[in-house]
């Protein structure tokens, strides 16, 4: 994909999602912070989806933006939080099938639209930020620049929590939250090769943390142990990232296949 196909999706991107949160703020008076902007942000993650899938396959091909052949030993990396999430998951639903007959419709309702959504959330933000904007930006020629811009990019997008209205400490935490798992996502993305176990993780992530708040599951133990793991993760990888063979990074090493 050309770098102004790959800036047009981006912005596409910011656009749908800047609508969305601007709609729910000023539209319902739902703010970041309630689950229930979920019920609205489903239908832009959704149209998201579909313009990305088709933007891809009318412009490149997945195999160029992070669908080719999985590095195994790239796992290894991602292995220990997707435990911890894992973990988080089983936890939430125990608590569910625990109070399910205590749950109004409504909140069972909300669960399952916070499940769809993050599924979506997952390849939305994955694909844009570790697939299109990070190959755009030649790891394979400047790897260590084009990890930090990609994460400075996934950060500034959450900027857009700003329209409905965040409160300013919880935006300054998520920006540093959320770059630093930038980091951390672009630099297994570009072991693995491919964006589908990033994918899972990421939804997985944040539906651990919006389903935790809606029924009360504490889950501070399990999110401490997985940001400090990814902070030492990023220290290692920046170290050995010369060590690192990016070859099947290369345009001419990619198929042309599409999923």
């Not at 030492?232 to 060590?243: H, N, P, S, T």
């Amino acid at each position: 994909m050309s770098r102004n196909n790959s800036i047009i999706l981006a912005a596409v991107v910011f656009m749908v999602m800047g609508v969305v949160m601007a709609v729910s703020a000023f539209g319902f008076q739902i703010y970041y912070g309630n689950p229930e902007l979920l019920r609205i942000a489903i239908f832009g993650e959704v149209l998201t989806a579909v313009f990305i899938v088709f933007w891809i396959r009318s412009k490149g091909s997945f195999a160029r933006v992070g669908f080719s052949t999985l590095k195994v030993r790239g796992l290894v990396w991602l292995v220990p939080v997707f435990l911890v999430v894992l973990y988080q998951f089983g936890l939430i639903v125990m608590e569910f099938v625990s109070r399910f007959n205590q749950l109004s419709s409504s909140t069972v309702q909300l669960l399952a639209i916070i499940f769809v959504t993050t599924l979506f959330v997952g390849f939305n933000e994955e694909v844009t930020f570790r697939g299109v904007l990070l190959r755009m930006l030649k790891p394979d020629v400047h790897p260590y620049r084009a990890i930090v811009i990609s994460a400075l990019l996934f950060s500034s997008f959450h900027l857009l929590n700003l329209i409905a209205f965040i409160p300013p400490a919880a935006m300054l935490f998520q920006l540093g939250n959320t770059f630093l798992f930038g980091l951390f996502f672009a630099l297994v993305a570009l072991k693995l090769n491919n964006l589908w176990p990033l994918i899972i993780f990421h939804a997985l992530w944040d539906f651990g943390s919006i389903a935790g708040d809606v029924l009360a599951v504490n889950l501070t133990i399990p999110t401490l142990v997985t940001q400090v793991f990814v902070i030492i993760a990023i220290v290692v990888q920046f170290v050995l990232l010369k060590r690192h063979d990016l070859s099947h990074l290369k345009p001419t090493s990619l198929t042309s296949a599409k999923i």
